[in-house]
């Protein structure tokens, strides 16, 4: 018999309600999920519900499952410190460490769904199309395995895979179709920059000047690349291209180390600035640049 079994036989055979049981350290749902065998809960959690039952803490214990969680638990301390210092392949490592039940876990899927897709945002920076398409279609698996909300998560990987299948003509795309629906679309402050470039710049394309005018609002006094960018592109719209490749000019002298990515957009506009301002040589050198990471973006394995 499991431990959810077994909490709910005792909790039955004492007639105590779901509501009485959790007191104030659960809820009721996560209970449920506890006694349906859907969620492996915590040495503490079932320390706290041995408590509340009034039977001892190995009486709950299970044939197999004591192992478990007792490696869980200790496991639960060190992936923590390795998911806030960003050390995300050595925080999914110790996530595969727990085998085949450890995937099935809810807790443990979300944090290799977290984990893939922070690999996979890193691959696709770096111009790696095919590798960070692998990551997110993974972390996409993931994401549908727990119960806990994802929809952070799947909205930025829609995100990333409309611009991989723009940036390789469609050569690298998706594989994964079943997905949650989607909600925001950040869940780290490291992603919130990025998201919020993508919103505007997709509100751009789309004539929403409300939208990129609120990004530069609440960005005033901001001179990060990704601002600069949005300010940039709005020159260019604005058919103001001398500003436009001002602001370009200046992103490349302070940046020492551009992302491909964001570099290919950089040379995007800058294309444009400079054969709007007739200047055809810089136009063909961003050209040139831009098409060699083209090239790059669609050959990466």
Not at 7 to 22: C, F, G, P, S, Y
Not at 142 to 171: K, N, P, V, W, Y
Not at 176 to 195: C, E, H, P, T
């Amino acid at each position: 018999m499991q431990i959810g079994q077994k909490i709910r036989e005792l909790r039955l055979k004492e007639n105590i309600t779901q509501a009485e049981l959790v007191g104030d350290r659960l809820t009721r749902n996560m209970l449920s999920m506890i006694e349906n065998g859907k969620v492996v809960p915590s040495l503490q959690t079932i320390e706290y519900l041995a408590a509340r039952l009034k039977v001892s803490t190995g009486m709950l214990f299970s044939t197999g499952q004591e192992e478990y969680i007792l490696k869980k638990d200790r496991f639960s301390q060190s992936v923590k410190q390795m998911f806030l210092a960003g050390e995300f392949e050595k925080c999914l490592s110790e996530c595969d460490s727990l085998g085949e039940r450890g995937s099935a876990d809810d807790e443990i899927a979300w944090i290799r769904a977290h984990c893939l897709y922070q690999l996979g945002h890193k691959a696709f920076l770096e111009g790696q199309m095919t590798e960070a398409s692998r990551l997110f279609n993974q972390s996409r698996v993931s994401a549908e395995r727990t119960m806990f909300s994802t929809d952070e998560i799947c909205s930025s990987i829609d995100a990333h895979f409309r611009l991989i299948r723009q940036l390789t003509d469609g050569a690298v795309t998706d594989t994964y179709v079943s997905m949650k629906d989607s909600g925001s679309d950040s869940f780290l402050a490291q992603d919130r920059a990025w998201n919020a470039f993508l919103r505007a710049r997709e509100a751009l394309s789309n004539n929403d000047l409300e939208t990129v005018n609120d990004f530069l609002s609440e960005h005033d006094a901001d001179e990060d690349i990704w601002t600069e960018l949005i300010r940039a592109e709005l020159a260019v719209y604005d058919g103001d291209y001398r500003s436009g490749r001002m602001i370009l000019d200046r992103i490349l002298s302070r940046e020492a180390d551009i992302k491909p990515v964001i570099k290919y957009y950089l040379l995007e506009d800058l294309e444009i600035c400079c054969r709007e301002i007739d200047d055809f040589k810089g136009a063909y050198l961003a050209s040139k640049e831009r098409l060699e990471l083209s090239e790059l973006f669609q050959s990466t394995k």
